[in-house]
């Protein structure tokens, strides 16, 4: 594995070497592609390229960085049918090994990197089946926005009950 930026200073450098196409000052979401993964800025997808998106055949959409599909967009994707990862839960990895790199020094602890990535999976799997359960006892099938917004209310308002603050 290597870094993109210091094997090439840019995607125009990066994609006279391999076979991708460098479009310079367009957008992406025009493309038809069946996995789109929005990770560069909030607000990247609105509602005219979620519509490009469904209309080119789009299956599903990840987002990689903090909200880049406005919320026009994301009611695209769930209305047609794209299974759709909000950031809140597909973009948690990089919380998440914080989380791992704070415990593992409060601790005194050494983690190869097998055991980081092991309990990262784990973590990362966690939200998707709390948010996937949550969704579906909510009535709200597969939405995954809605139910990674249920799972994580019920995790605070459980710990909240549990320190007698409420």
């Keep these: 594995m290597y870094s993109c930026n210091s094997h090439f200073p840019t995607f125009r450098a990066y994609s006279s070497l391999q076979k991708v196409k460098f479009v310079a000052g367009q ?23 979620a519509n490009t998106l469904v209309k080119n055949g789009v299956i599903a959409v990840g987002e990689g960085a903090n909200m880049p599909s406005t919320l026009e967009a994301t009611e695209v994707f769930l209305k047609n049918g794209v299974f759709f990862a909000p950031a809140k839960a597909a973009n948690a990895g990089g919380v998440a090994v914080s989380g791992l790199e704070m415990s593992q020094n409060s601790l005194r602890l050494a983690w190869t990197r097998e055991e980081v990535d092991e309990k990262l999976k784990k973590i990362m799997k966690d939200i998707y089946n709390n948010s996937s359960a949550a969704a579906e ?10 139910g990674a917004n249920i799972a994580g209310f019920l995790k605070v308002a459980d710990s909240m009950l549990a320190q007698g603050v409420c």
């Design 27 to 49: 957008r992406p979401w025009g493309y038809k592609v069946d996995l789109a993964l929005p990770c560069a800025t909030q607000n990247e997808i609105d509602e005219a390229d």
């Design 137 to 146: 006892k909510y009535g709200l099938k597969s939405n995954l926005v809605a």
